[in-house]
């Protein structure tokens, strides 16, 4: 027999998820260096462009130009010699990037086979990718919850949010406010119906955005073990499905969620999305150095662009 208990995070549950999500960040540099030698790469979110505007980053100095305010002057390097030179900064556009962590019922389960329940697994890497985009400079949101900030806190401030809701959340939220070539991460079971996943999703390339999604599966959900007499209960409806061999429908099982999986590859790869599969009896460093690496990827290329 299973059954799934709905849930809302507590606040206890979600800081100690986000004291977790903090070692896994600061295990990653190491991560990173090991498996993609990226450690030379610039980080997600500090992409400048070679071109003068607000920013930290010096760039260079020019001469200075009649007209123009005399407070830019930079009196230091003026003082080297008879000409007048400002100090131009480089600009580094905060890219956004909007996560989304799927908090509905379903997501609670958790078998003996499993280090955590999926909804945690889901909100511990929410928190970590946050942790590391705000540290390289990235501007983050939680969809459908919280305004995107560029702020070194933004992993506490989405934990502060996560703690304070009042029911559980949709697996995947309204797609309102999204703007064109942002990048959104979805993480959750996908379990919804087919025809509900494609519509969201559909508005969500509307919108021109860049979606990375990470399947959370618990174990007994790929290899469905279960034998004899078995009783299943839907986590959303309350549903009742009591099977008299449950081994007799196990390949059935298994050949309808590799069809769902491949349905949903097939769609990110024709959206020119990505899609990966992490198991919640696996290491949650696995799934964050791989969407850490996309997200890299995509910060790298528009750097270059």
């Not at 990173?32 to 992409?47: F, M, S």
């Not at 400002?86 to 556009?93: F, G, L, S």
């Not at 993480?187 to 979606?211: N, Q």
Request: hydrophobic share 45%; charged share 25%.
């Amino acid at each position: 027999m299973t059954e799934v208990r709905a849930a809302v995070p507590t606040a206890g549950s979600i800081h100690r998820s986000l004291a977790e999500a903090k070692g896994l960040a600061d295990s990653l540099p190491g991560l990173l260096v090991e498996a993609r030698r990226i450690a030379t790469t610039v980080l997600a979110g500090w992409h400048g462009r070679r071109r003068s505007g607000p920013g930290e980053t010096f760039w260079q100095f020019r001469p200075f130009v009649a007209g123009e305010a005399p407070g830019r002057i930079d009196w230091r390097r003026s003082a080297r010699d008879e000409h007048l030179y400002v100090r131009e900064r480089e600009w580094e556009a905060a890219h956004t990037i909007w996560l989304s962590a799927d908090l509905s019922t379903s997501m609670d389960f958790r078998s003996r086979l499993a280090v955590a329940s999926k909804r945690d697994r889901a909100v511990v890497l929410t928190l970590a990718i946050g942790e590391l985009l705000a540290a390289a400079g990235e501007r983050i949101g939680l969809l459908g919850l919280s305004d995107p900030i560029l702020a070194r806190n933004a992993a506490e401030r989405m934990a502060e949010t996560l703690a304070h809701l009042d029911k559980p959340q949709p697996g995947l939220p309204e797609a309102h406010r999204l703007s064109r070539f942002a990048d959104l991460v979805l993480i959750g079971d996908f379990l919804d119906p087919l025809d509900e996943i494609e519509a969201a999703l559909a508005a969500y390339a509307r919108h021109g955005v860049t979606a990375h999604l990470v399947e959370i599966r618990d174990p007994i959900e790929e290899t469905f073990p279960y034998a004899g007499r078995t009783e299943f209960r839907d986590a959303e409806s309350g549903a009742v499905y009591t099977v008299g061999r449950a081994e007799q429908i196990g390949a059935d099982y298994r050949r309808h969620l590799l069809a769902r999986r491949e349905h949903l590859a097939a769609t990110c790869r024709r959206l020119g999305w990505t899609h990966l599969v992490h198991r919640t009896d696996r290491p949650a460093t696995e799934p964050l150095l791989a969407l850490h690496a996309r997200l890299s990827d995509r910060a790298l290329a528009r750097g270059v662009a």
